[in-house]
C-alpha cells in the first residue's frame, strides 16, 4: 500500500488553506507517510480505539496495485454548513446548521431516529430538493463556493458531491462493469479508457479481486455487502471530491459492514467522507469528528474520542451513554 | 382463568372447519372452470374453424369479391393482413413515443401538480370512450370536415388516438414502478435529468413497458369500429396510405355477414391469422425484453 502512495500524492493539487477553518495540518495533502505524520488528535483516538489501527494493515483491504491508483486520484475538499434550514413542506427538519467537515477527514452524523440527520446530510449534495415540496435555506459552502447560489448547476454539484444510500441500489438492468461505468457515462465521462477507470474505482471500492471474473454478470447478484461496494465504486468511478454516506451499513451484515468501515478508512486519503449512522460504536471506529444532532439542530461536535468520553453537553453524554435514542 | 384445552382437542379439525374449507375450495374452482369455458371454446373454434380454410393462396392472394361461386375462387385474406401491419405499425408510431412522452412527464416532472392531475383525468376518460367514438371523430374532423374520402392514414389516427390512453396509463404504472432510490443514485452521480431517464427509468421499465405497448397493439389490431367509416372497406392489397384499405377486422366483419359458407370460413381464417399474428408479436417483444434485460 505504501509503495504506490508517493506516486498519488504526486498527482494531486494543493489545497489553498485559506478559505476554510481547519488547521493546516489537516489541509495539507495527506503525505506518502501518512499514518506517522497525523494530526495529534488521531493519533490520540488511534491509540485509545485499538479496532482503527487494525483496519488499514488489513490484507484485502489494500486498494490497488501500483500503477493504477493513478487515475482516481483527486483530493477531498472541505464543506461548510452555514444556517442550513430544510424544510418538507412548512415543516422544518433542518433548524439552522452551521457545521465543517475537514477535507480528508470522516465526519459522523449521529443522533435518533428523525432528528434529521439524513435531510442534514442530502441538502449537501441538492438531492433534499428532489423531494417534492421539500426546500432548503442558508448556506453550503463547498471549497468556498456556496452551491445554493442561482448560478449553480446542480448536476455539476452532485458530480463533486457523490452520495451512497442506506440500500445497496446497483442499476438492475446493467452488470456489474456497467454499473460502475454508468456513473462516467451519465456524467459523460465515459470517454477514454473505460475499462481502466472501471477497474480503478472498483479497486479503490476493495472490490475487485471479488468481481473481476464476473463483470459481465448482474450487478443485482452480488452479494449484499458487494452491492454496497458496488455502489461506492460507482460513485469513486466520478472521482468526486466529497462522498456522503447515509447509513451505508444499515442493511449489511456485520462482515460486510468491516468492510466497509475499512474501505471508509482508505477512502479519505483521496475524498471527504460524512457518514450518517445509527450505530455509535461504527461512528467510533471510522470517523475523525463526531457530530450529534438532535431535533434538527447541531448539539455538538468535536473530535470522535471527545465527544464519546467526554462531550460538553449534557444530551450528548445522555445519547452516546444509551440513556436516549 | 380457565385451564387450557388438552392439545389434542386444541388443534382437531372439527367437521365445520372442513365444511367451511370444502365450500370455499369448491366455489374458486368452479369459478375457474366457469372462466375457462369461453376460453377454451373460442380457442377450439378458432383452430377447428379457422384452420381448414388456411393455406397458401389464403395468404398470398386478394379476396375476389366472387363470393357465388365455388370455394376456390373467393381469394385469400393477403390485403387484409398486409393492410392490417401497415395501419397499426403507422398508429404505433404515432401513439407508443406520444403516450411513453405524456407517461414520462406524469412520472418525472408533472408528479401531484393539479395540470397533471387534469391531464390522468382526461387520459382515463379517453380510455373509457367506445372506439367508434375515435372513428366518429376522424371522420368528422378528417373526412367530412376536409371533403376528403376515406384513406389508410385515417385509419391509423383513429387508431392511434385509441391507443394512446392505454400506451399513457399502462406505462404511467410501470414507470411509478421503478424504485425512487435507482433516480436518486443516479442523480447523485450527476447524472442530467434526460440521461437518469432515457438510461435508468426506461430501461429499467422496458418489459413493463413492452407489455404495456403489447396491449395497446393488440387492442388496435382487434379494432373495426375505428376503421369503418375512416379506412373504408376494399379488396385490393394497398401500399398508399392516403388511399382505402382493407384490414383484418374490416375482413372478418364484412365475411362473417355472407351467405356462402366459404367466406364465412374466411372470417374464421382471418380470425385466427390475427389471433396469431398478435401471439407472435407477444412472444417477440418478451424475447427482446428477456435478452434487453441483461446485456
Known amino acids: 500500500m505504501s509503495a504506490d502512495e508517493p506516486t498519488m500524492s504526486l498527482e494531486k493539487p494543493t489545497i489553498s488553506p485559506g478559505d476554510n477553518t481547519m488547521s493546516a495540518d489537516e489541509s495539507s495533502p495527506p503525505s506518502p507517510t501518512r499514518r506517522t505524520t497525523m494530526s495529534p488528535e488521531d493519533q490520540h483516538t488511534q491509540m485509545l480505539d485499538p479496532s482503527r489501527s487494525q483496519s488499514p494493515k488489513s490484507p484485502q483491504a489494500a486498494p490497488s496495485a501500483p500503477g493504477n491508483a493513478r487515475a482516481n486520484v483527486s483530493d477531498g475538499l472541505a464543506v461548510k454548513l452555514e444556517q442550513l434550514r430544510a424544510f418538507y413542506g412548512d415543516v422544518a427538519q433542518v433548524k439552522g446548521i452551521d457545521l465543517d467537515f475537514h477535507a480528508n477527514e470522516v465526519t459522523a452524523i449521529i443522533g435518533p431516529s428523525g432528528c434529521g440527520k439524513s435531510t442534514m446530510v442530502r441538502c449537501i449534495n441538492r438531492m433534499h430538493e428532489e423531494v417534492p415540496g421539500a426546500r432548503a435555506e442558508g448556506k453550503v459552502l463547498l471549497d468556498g463556493s456556496d452551491i445554493y447560489d442561482s448560478s449553480v448547476d446542480v448536476v455539476a454539484v452532485r458530480r463533486a458531491i457523490g452520495m451512497v444510500f442506506q440500500k445497496p441500489n446497483p442499476f438492475p438492468t446493467m452488470s456489474v462493469f456497467d454499473n460502475v461505468a454508468a456513473g462516467l457515462r451519465l456524467a459523460s465521462r465515459g470517454r477514454g479508457d473505460l475499462h481502466n477507470k472501471v477497474e480503478t474505482a472498483l479497486r479503490g471500492a476493495g472490490l475487485w479481486d471479488e468481481v473481476k471474473d464476473r463483470l459481465s454478470e448482474a450487478g443485482a447478484g452480488l452479494s449484499g455487502g458487494q452491492q454496497q461496494r458496488l455502489c461506492i465504486a460507482r460513485s469513486l468511478a466520478v472521482e468526486p471530491e466529497v462522498i456522503l454516506m447515509d447509513e451505508p451499513c444499515s442493511a449489511l451484515d456485520p462482515i460486510a459492514t468491516l468492510k466497509i468501515e475499512e474501505l471508509i478508512d482508505q477512502l479519505k486519503s483521496k475524498v471527504t467522507i ?21 431535533s434538527g439542530e447541531l448539539v455538538e461536535v468535536g473530535p470522535t474520542q471527545q465527544i464519546f468520553t467526554n462531550p460538553n453537553d449534557s444530551r450528548t453524554e445522555e445519547y452516546v451513554t444509551g440513556k436516549f435514542g | 382463568m380457565s385451564t ?39 380457442v377450439y373454434y378458432l383452430l377447428s374453424k379457422g384452420l381448414g380454410s388456411w393455406s397458401i393462396k389464403f395468404f398470398t392472394t386478394d379476396p375476389t369479391g366472387n363470393t357465388f361461386f365455388a370455394a376456390s375462387s373467393i381469394g385469400g385474406i393477403k390485403s387484409a393482413i398486409l393492410g392490417t401491419i401497415e395501419m397499426v405499425a403507422l398508429a404505433s408510431a404515432i401513439a407508443v413515443p406520444l403516450g411513453l412522452g405524456v407517461a414520462v412527464w406524469l412520472v418525472e416532472y408533472g408528479k401531484s401538480s393539479r395540470f397533471a392531475h387534469t391531464v390522468r383525468f382526461f387520459i382515463d376518460v ?26 389508410a392514414y385515417k385509419g391509423a389516427f383513429a387508431l392511434s388516438l385509441l391507443m394512446l390512453p392505454v400506451v399513457t396509463r399502462a406505462a404511467e404504472v410501470v414507470l411509478l414502478l421503478v424504485p425512487g432510490s435507482l433516480r436518486e443514485s443516479a442523480l447523485a452521480l450527476g447524472a442530467p435529468r434526460w440521461k437518469v431517464i432515457f438510461r435508468i427509468v426506461l430501461p429499467t421499465a422496458l418489459p413493463g413497458l413492452l407489455t404495456g405497448i403489447l396491449l395497446a397493439i393488440a387492442r388496435a389490431a382487434g379494432e373495426t369500429a375505428p376503421l369503418l367509416f375512416t379506412a373504408g372497406a376494399t379488396m385490393k392489397t394497398g401500399f398508399n396510405l392516403n388511399g382505402f384499405m382493407n384490414s383484418l377486422p374490416m375482413q372478418i366483419y364484412t365475411d362473417v355477414t355472407s351467405p356462402t359458407t366459404a367466406v364465412v370460413n374466411r372470417a374464421w381464417g382471418a380470425a385466427l391469422t390475427l389471433v396469431v399474428m398478435i401471439l407472435l408479436l407477444n412472444l417477440f417483444a418478451r424475447l427482446l425484453a428477456r435478452r434487453s434485460s441483461l446485456r
Open chain 2, 4 to 42: 387450557p384445552a388438552p392439545a389434542f382437542e386444541r388443534f382437531s379439525l372439527t367437521p365445520r372447519r372442513r365444511r367451511k374449507d370444502r365450500i370455499a375450495r369448491g366455489a374458486v374452482v368452479a369459478s375457474t372452470a366457469i372462466a375457462l369455458v369461453p376460453l377454451v371454446l373460442i
Open chain 1, 274 to 294: 460524512v457518514i450518517v449512522t445509527h450505530n455509535m460504536q461504527q461512528a467510533a471506529r471510522v470517523a475523525d469528528r463526531t457530530a450529534f444532532m438532535l
Open chain 2, 126 to 151: 379517453l380510455t373509457g370512450v367506445p372506439s367508434i367514438m375515435f372513428g366518429l371523430f376522424i371522420y368528422i374532423a378528417l373526412i367530412v370536415g376536409t371533403g376528403t374520402s376515406y384513406a
